[in-house]
Antibody, heavy 118, light 107 residues
Framework: QVHLQQSGPGLVKPSQTLSLTCAIS??????????WNWIRQSPSRGLEWLGR?????????DYAVSVKSRININADTSKNQFSLQLSSVTPDDTAVYFC????????WGQGTLVTVSS | EIVLTQSPGTLSLSPGERATLSCRAS???????LAWYQQKPGQAPRLLIY???SRATGIPDRFSGSGSGTDFTLTISRLEPEDFAVYYC????????FGQGTRLEIK
């Protein structure tokens, strides 16, 4: 049974970097069949896909145009997890952040409310 | 970017009734790369349908998906009390985008 466990701070100051981690159990971050995504949800933006990382003999990343200049998603094979870094955050980045598996999201993390505020 | 428009915004029905939810895409979604999710308050969305018409693991057969190109439908044949929630469509053809959701409420 696949499980995704999110961790990271719930409060980030404006202009700083938001960092979240998603630990995987029951699957491998370096699986040749899976993709690992970050998605957020807010009342103003609804559900918004942010990006993904996946391994197909080498690592690939795809990012949403809306955050492309500020986002980085990394895989850590030693810990079987992947992480999100979103830089230069503003209050508009306040949202519930989810990690999820694959292209249609069959497994989700529990969600983390991240508030951007001083 | 493919924009998904869901209708209606809110659907008021009674248990036992049939629900029909629509998702229209701004351009054709290739290979029916269209999924449906159910979300309840405080929870992550749950995958119901992928590939426009394939039920995800453990999803009851009262849920069905249909459509292709730009028009897709989620049908719940006989509503159970636990089906009242918000439903989203998502395309994973070109980048990934979601619809704005349909709230299914008890009448």
């Amino acid at each position: 049974q696949v499980h995704l466990q999110q961790s990271g701070p719930g409060l980030v100051k404006p202009s700083q970097t938001l960092s979240l981690t998603c630990a995987i159990s029951g699957d491998s971050v370096s699986s040749n069949r899976a993709a690992w995504n970050w998605i957020r949800q807010s009342p103003s933006r609804g559900l918004e896909w942010l990006g993904r990382t996946y391994y197909r003999s080498k690592w690939y990343n795809d990012y949403a145009v809306s955050v492309k200049s500020r986002i980085n998603i990394n895989a850590d094979t030693s810990k079987n997890q992947f992480s999100l870094q979103l830089s230069s955050v503003t209050p508009d980045d306040t949202a519930v952040y989810f990690c999820a598996r694959n292209y249609y999201y069959d497994i989700w993390g529990q969600g983390t409310l991240v508030t951007v505020s001083s | 970017e493919i924009v998904l428009t869901q209708s209606p915004g809110t659907l008021s029905l009674s248990p036992g009734e049939r629900a029909t939810l629509s998702c229209r895409a701004s351009q054709s979604v290739r290979s029916s790369y269209l999924a449906w999710y159910q979300q309840k308050p405080g929870q992550a969305p749950r995958l119901l349908i992928y590939g426009a018409s394939s039920r995800a693991t453990g999803i009851p057969d009262r849920f069905s998906g249909s459509g292709s190109g730009t028009d897709f439908t989620l049908t719940i044949s006989r509503l159970e009390p636990e089906d009242f929630a918000v439903y989203y469509c998502q395309q994973y053809d070109t980048s990934h985008t979601f619809g704005q959701g349909t709230r299914l409420e008890i009448k």
